[in-house]
């Protein structure tokens, strides 16, 4: 029963149902498990805006904006890293080994602003990007 338990604990479970259950239960166990997946996916960027990791996309209020893998990788480095990610991270990461050149680089970054609220993606000169 320790192993069972341990391995519980591993997959963050936040209820252990025991059979016979009631309706009452299920129902309640599904929605605290609702609530918790809800926190847990969605960050706030600024008032108002969020992103939301599994859908890869950006919210602002009833506008939804679609992120191409790239972009979805370097806001979720930002929001995991919460620093600034240098060229050589995002290169490492995003291009996966091969040869990123700075053009293609600041087009992303260029579209991806256009999907985020002002002045939140913010440039740190030589080095990389913050949030």
């Known amino acids: 029963e320790v192993d069972f338990m341990l391995e519980a604990i591993e997959l963050s ?10 309706e009452a ?3 309640d ?8 997946r809800e926190k847990g996916h969605v960050k706030e960027l ?23 893998k790239k972009e979805a990788k370097l ?3 930002l929001l995991q890293k919460d620093s ?4 050589a991270e995002i290169e490492e990461k995003l291009w996966e080994g091969e040869y ?7 087009l992303m970054i260029k579209n991806l602003r256009k999907k985020l609220p ?14």
């Open 13 to 22: 479970l936040l209820r252990y149902i025991v059979k016979p259950i009631t």
């Open 25 to 27: 239960k299920l129902f």
């Open 29 to 36: 166990a599904l929605e605290k498990f609702l609530q918790a």
């Open 46 to 68: 600024a008032p108002h805006w969020s992103y939301d990791f599994l859908q890869k996309s950006v919210t602002n209020g009833t506008d939804v904006y679609e992120l191409t």
């Open 75 to 77: 806001i979720e480095l």
């Open 84 to 87: 600034i990610i240098t060229y």
């Open 100 to 106: 990123m050149s700075l053009n293609a680089l600041r």
């Open 118 to 131: 002002e002045g939140v993606l913010k440039n740190i000169q030589g080095i990389g990007y913050k949030l």
